[in-house]
Nanobody
Framework: QVQLVESGGGLVQAGGSLRLSCAAS????????MGWFRQAPGKEGEFVASIRWSDGDTYYADSVKGRFTISRDNVENTVCLQMNSLKPEDTAFYYCATGRGAYIGTNPGGYNYWGQGTQVTVSS
């Protein structure tokens, strides 16, 4: 089992920045990759970004590429999402996730463990 706890959400004006963190505990030695997903009210959840634990290889949704940066700290077992140039359409509940298998993709079904989420609200 891996437990995940997100922090860092909040309210920010359009164009501003926020930094989300996700702390992992438990069987952290088994982590292959971690991802961030988000879900806005009335919308489907969507992939945001992911990172491979071993080499830091990253993947991003087109909607956030160039604005968001995912990073990890293997010692502290944390993953962060630096969000710059935020837009109102970035408003959502953000979740971090990891899985039991070697998966780093965009399908939430590939992830087994999820945090409780943190709210990000971007005002126009």
């Amino acid at each position: 089992q891996v437990q995940l706890v997100e922090s860092g959400g909040g309210l920010v004006q359009a164009g501003g920045s926020l930094r989300l963190s996700c702390a992992a505990s438990g069987r952290t030695f088994s982590i292959y990759a971690m991802g961030w997903f988000r879900q806005a009210p009335g919308k489907e959840g969507e992939f945001v970004a992911s990172i491979r634990w071993s080499d830091g290889d990253t993947y991003y949704a087109d909607s956030v590429k160039g604005r968001f940066t995912i990073s990890r700290d293997n010692v502290e077992n944390t993953v962060c999402l630096q969000m710059n140039s935020l837009k109102p359409e970035d408003t959502a509940f953000y979740y971090c996730a990891t899985g039991r298998g070697a998966y780093i993709g965009t399908n939430p079904g590939g992830y087994n463990y999820w945090g409780q989420g943190t709210q990000v609200t971007v005002s126009s």
